[in-house]
């Protein structure tokens, strides 16, 4: 793994800037990241679990990557190697964990660093809307309509999608059936062709 150094990390950072990343990676300073680079660059992993650990690691501070992010790529690496969960991928907040017991001073640093007021604003709307407190309008996304709404899983429950408010829609009941026709249908068409 290559070691880089403080310029090498500050034109990682303004790359990362001009791409205009959304919610990505840490946002620390270089001072910090060159530190916690240094000390991945120093890990030797004896086993397998370490061998993860270190790759989880790389893409936290290295590649920037926040731990929802590793924990959406389903890695065989991350969820094959001395994993206890048998077969399911890490979480997000294990993976937290994992970064914050390597690098204390990131987690210092997290507290130490204000949101902005709009960023505030989001996280209040986020914790109200998973309490329950805001509902979706009761109105048809796809028509309008104000009658007959019932909520669309957009990730259905079968494939492991939730009940959070972000993967939930209002649609009428016609516009809901018409939905999921049209999914069956093309469901039914890709196994006729299949064979």
Known sequence: MPNYTAAEIEQRKAAA?????????????TEITAAVTSRIAELEPANDTERRNKRILELAFIHDMNPQQIARLNDPEFIGMGNRSKGEPLSGAWIYKLCMDFAPEVKLHRQ????????????????????GEIH????????????????????????GGTDDYFNLICLCHDCHM??????????????????
């Open 112 to 131: 130490q660093t204000k949101c902005t007021p709009a960023q505030e604003k989001r996280n209040a709307l986020y914790k109200r809307r998973q309490a």
């Open 178 to 195: 018409k939905l999921h026709h049209a999914i069956y249908d093309r469901l039914q068409w890709k196994e006729q062709n299949s064979i």
């Open 17 to 29: 800037v001009k791409m205009n990343r959304l919610n990505c990676g840490w946002n620390l300073p």
């Open 136 to 159: 979706r309008p009761g109105i048809c996304a796809t028509c309008g309509s104000k009658a007959d709404i019932e909520q669309h899983h957009i990730i259905p429950l079968a494939a």
